[in-house]
């Protein structure tokens, strides 16, 4: 097959059943900001779910934006390492810089309702080559003695291929 | 507080040397002696917990909001700008409001938010996505400062800053905006003038919408105008205002 750079993108989505440290520091720290930030778009203190809010507030999906600030020091301390995801060896690898955090659910009354996702974007890979459900994939520039150093990794659920740009 | 050192600190206090990148992690580690696969450590039953066959880390400190900073500036460049701010608390006569958490945001020299581009995709280098953005506790004095530039304009809206006042415990006080004082000689009217051209402040002040005809100031730009704007565009302008709560 033709060798083509791709980015991937995972989906992490994060709610009241975390058990991970990491994640529960995103959970607790976006529902607290978003608590604070809502009631910038909530004055009358008319809505308590974000569904509500950002039906008839106007602007009220900036708390997806606002919100975020929230979590970028726990993004800067993966320090460009997504979480989770490992090759076949067991051990990350794939470089990150880019995320996107959205709300999926909350609701300043029932804090179990608190639910998002951070979208991890990664840098560019290339991918050589299709081996049964297994994709050996590069980063650029990861060599050793001349040779190309390849990760072996699986796509699991919620990893999708975000972009895909053919190479010679 | 500056989120970087604090992170600094708080590794340090852990003892964490820096984790050396995991690139090349096949020839380096010699350490996993496990054959457990995958990062989960919270499996298991009773006190003990499997190795997990990946180095675990970094490990995640408590980290305060990026909002929470002195230097808004984030990536943006103008005139300098500082804004004092002092809490007070009406329901307590007038004393200051100590601990309350102030947010301030304003536009950059040509009218734009750090939202702008709504949901899409940011860096983890955040200054360039959140800028003129920050949250500060208020002192004994219940005074905030923020470190910043010189809000530009945009049409339909004079210059402005618009500030949330919470409790400590994070319960909205106040939603409000300080409006800046006009004038020939004012800060305003400098900034957008030909001298600020050369810190970037290119729109000057033709389609400018003055405070008399702005239509969240107009009615109440008696209690929202800054109470004094002073300085120079070399050496920088500095805010001084007082904001009432009910606390």
Redesign the interface.
């Known amino acids: 097959m033709q060798k083509a750079l791709i980015r991937l993108c995972y989906r992490k989505i994060i709610d009241s059943s975390a058990?991970?440290?990491?994640d529960k520091?995103v959970f607790e720290?976006s529902y607290?900001?978003f608590?604070?930030q809502s009631?910038?778009y909530n004055?009358e203190k008319k809505y308590t779910s974000f569904g509500e809010l950002v039906m008839h507030v106007p602007n009220a999906?900036?708390l997806?934006?606002?919100v975020?600030?929230?979590v970028?020091?726990?993004?800067?301390?993966?320090?460009?390492?997504i979480?989770?995801l490992?090759n076949n060896?067991?051990?990350?690898?794939l470089p990150?810089?880019?995320?996107?955090?959205?709300i999926i659910n909350s609701d300043i009354k029932d804090k179990s309702k608190h639910q998002v996702a951070v979208?991890f974007?990664t840098d560019h890979l290339i991918w050589h080559d299709t081996i049964n459900n297994q994709l050996p994939l590069s980063?650029p520039g990861?060599t050793?003695n001349g040779e190309i150093?390849t990760e072996l990794f699986t796509l699991p659920p919620f990893v999708s291929i975000y972009s895909i740009k053919p190479v010679d | 507080m500056e989120?970087k050192h604090f992170?600094k600190n708080g590794l340090a206090a852990l003892g964490l040397a820096a984790?050396a990148?995991?690139?090349?992690?096949?020839?380096k580690d010699t350490s996993d002696s496990s054959s457990?696969?995958?990062?989960?450590?919270?499996s298991g039953s009773g006190s003990c917990t499997a190795t997990s066959?990946?180095t675990e880390g970094?490990?995640?400190?408590?980290?305060?909001?990026?909002?929470v900073k002195s230097d808004i500036k984030g990536d943006r460049t103008g005139v300098a700008f500082t804004a004092k701010i002092y809490i007070k608390n009406k329901n307590n006569s007038c004393a200051a409001l100590s601990g309350a958490?102030v947010d301030i945001w304003h536009c950059d020299k040509d009218g734009y938010y750090s939202?702008y581009g709504?949901?899409?995709?940011?860096?983890?280098?955040?200054t360039a996505v959140?800028f003129l953005?920050g949250r500060q506790t208020t002192d004994s004095d219940g005074l905030v400062t923020f470190t910043s530039i010189f809000p530009g304009w945009y049409t339909s809206r004079a210059t402005h800053i618009h500030v949330?006042i919470?409790n400590s415990s994070?319960?909205?006080l106040l939603?409000t905006q300080i409006a800046f004082p006009e004038g020939s000689d004012s800060a305003v009217a400098t900034v957008n003038g030909s001298g600020g051209t050369t810190y970037g402040y290119n729109k000057g002040m033709t389609g400018y919408t003055y405070n008399a005809s702005d239509n969240v100031f107009s009615d109440s730009v008696s209690n929202e105008l800054a109470s004094s704007v002073s300085g120079s565009l070399s050496g920088g302008y500095t805010l001084t205002h007082t904001i009432y709560v009910s606390a």
């Open positions: 058990t991970r440290p990491w520091f720290d607290t900001e608590l604070m009631q910038l004055q999906e900036k997806h934006f606002l975020s600030a929230a970028i020091g726990y993004l800067q301390q993966l320090h460009g390492k979480p989770d490992t060896l067991g051990k990350l690898f990150f810089k880019n995320f996107r955090f959205e979208n974007f980063v990861n050793e150093l | 989120r992170l984790i990148p995991l690139a090349n992690a096949c020839k457990d696969s995958g990062t989960d450590s919270s066959s990946e970094p490990f995640p400190t408590k980290s305060p909001s990026t909002l958490l939202e709504g949901t899409s995709m940011q860096t983890v280098d955040y959140h953005r949330h919470y994070g319960t909205s939603v």
